[in-house]
T-cell receptor, first 111, second 111 residues
């Protein structure tokens, strides 16, 4: 099925560990996004990539890095995980001015 | 920065009845897009309805319709003939380039 594929679906990290969340889309969209979802706060934009080769900070970029590997793939890296990064992470892609197609999310717990 | 406000953290409706979820937003732009997303317990983000700001006609999708008041910067979602499967978190979102979300409204449907 066409769409956005995120891995892993669940992850538990210890404080200070690093990890990379993977995201791939097969809809030939130029734009890709990473959001985090916390209770009572909706979804907040971490980073986005308007096109292959470009990335920009969103509302809450601190503690994260991203890589737009090619048009299909957009990864999110936590270099040194902190408990404040416990959240549900969503990757999304879209054409301009349309709604996003979201991945199924990653529930990350940092202990 | 654009902000999206959903003033109703929780709403409840009787099955088969109608419910309206509220959303207001703040922007100085005249050209933008508004969305409602549904998030059931599965965590998947599902696009419910989309509205272009330049269109005066309110968008409709089957039992879902919006009341878009551009001057008041209001974008409410009406769900008619509510069904048990409509129970979910609903997020209002504003998009000019990237998408910004409200904090969400949890809708409960009573049988």
């Amino acid at each position: 099925n066409a769409g956005v594929t995120q891995t892993p679906k669940f992850q538990v990290l210890k404080t200070g560990q690093s990890m990379t969340l993977q995201c791939a889309q097969d809809m030939n969209h130029n734009s890709m996004y990473w959001y985090r979802q916390d209770p009572g706060m909706g979804l907040r934009l971490i980073y986005y990539s308007a096109s292959e080769g470009t990335t920009d900070k969103g509302e809450v970029p601190n503690g994260y890095n991203v890589s737009r590997l090619n048009k299909r793939e957009f990864s999110l890296r936590l270099e040194s995980a902190a408990p404040s990064q416990t959240s549900v992470y969503f990757c999304a892609s879209s054409p301009v001015h349309y709604g996003y197609t979201f991945g199924s999310g990653t529930r990350l717990t940092v202990v | 920065a654009q902000t999206v406000t959903q003033s109703q953290p929780e709403m409840s409706v009787q099955e088969a009845e109608t419910v309206t979820l509220s959303c207001t937003y703040d922007t100085s732009e005249s050209d933008y897009y508004l969305f409602w997303y549904k998030q059931p317990p599965s965590r998947q983000m599902i696009l419910v309805i989309r509205q272009e700001a330049y269109k005066q006609q309110n968008a409709t999708e089957n039992r879902f319709s919006v009341n878009f008041q551009k001057a008041a910067k209001s974008f409410s979602l009406k769900i008619s003939d509510s069904q048990l499967g409509d129970a979910a978190m609903y997020f209002c979102a504003y998009r000019r380039f990237d998408m910004r979300f409200g904090a969400g409204t949890r809708l409960t449907v009573k049988p």
